[in-house]
């Protein structure tokens, strides 16, 4: 799907859904012009992601209390408003026909959305066994693809898989530089020009190496041609000893560029 039918496929959604003009950020002559549309036409398909959410959430979540959380690889449980705020974020930016990758998905946002009738596609990403198995139980598997991937292995070399072209893609990488630049690497190298990137940052005040993370982060995405439309503040909390609090940037590709790669095996993940 190009650009510019994807973008008209948000407006006319946003329009349908009684979003204002300048919500939206149009002209007032193009915001007439959409608004003249027969939207009916244009099959917009709204669907309610909080049915979805209730339908599911449970055995998510569930499974995520029993499961124990590797720290050695950066896994962390998020509690359910967490999960919520994430999928309503996503949910603002899926239009008919898109396709999602998630690089890592221990919080099984896949399974949610795998049952989305807008999306086309879902690729899922994980180097955790049972995190793959119980995304294959539960997910809508004529939707889903699920890959095994040790992304560590991609830190000495100069290119990282490519796993299609995407619309929307969502990481939550290790929180390091490291993790951050590697993650961002491989966002870039597979999603659509005008794409989003939903990537969740730690978002810790009053601690300098948040601050520090966060502008190397900064840096990297406009390296690749990323800008930052949103950014969702303290939105995402881990049920964890160290009550770790992030928060969700949501970015656009808009420009062509690399983020090139740190090549540190050691500082991948933070082992806490």
Known sequence: MIYSDRLRKSIIKKISLGTSRVEI???????????SMNLNQELIC?????????????????????????????QSTI???????RISILDEIIVNGDSLLFIGDNDFV???????????SITVVDLDDQVLQFISD????????????????????????????????????PYTETGFR????????????????????????YEKWNYE????????????????EKIFKHNQTFIDYYGIISSTWLLQKVMTGEIPNINNKKKLYTIR
Do not use: W
């Open 25 to 35: 950020g149009l002209r007032k002559s193009i915001f007439e012009y959409f608004s």
């Open 46 to 74: 709204t669907q309610n992601f909080e049915i979805l959410f209730n339908k599911y959430i449970e055995k998510v979540i569930n499974f995520k209390l029993l499961k124990c959380d590797n720290v050695l690889i950066d």
């Open 79 to 85: 509690d359910r408003e967490s999960l919520y705020n």
């Open 110 to 120: 896949s399974i949610i959305l795998s049952y989305d009738e807008r999306v086309k």
């Open 138 to 173: 539960n997910a809508n598997n004529d939707k889903v693809v699920i890959i095994k991937e040790d992304f560590k292995e991609y830190l000495s070399r100069d290119k990282v898989p490519n796993y299609g072209t995407f619309q929307v893609v969502q990481s939550d990488p």
């Open 182 to 205: 590697l993650y961002n690497h491989i966002a870039n190298c597979n999603i659509e020009f005008g794409g989003y990137f939903l990537l969740v940052v730690p978002d810790m005040e």
């Open 213 to 228: 993370l966060k502008l190397d982060i900064q840096r990297s995405l406009v390296q690749g041609g990323f800008v930052v």
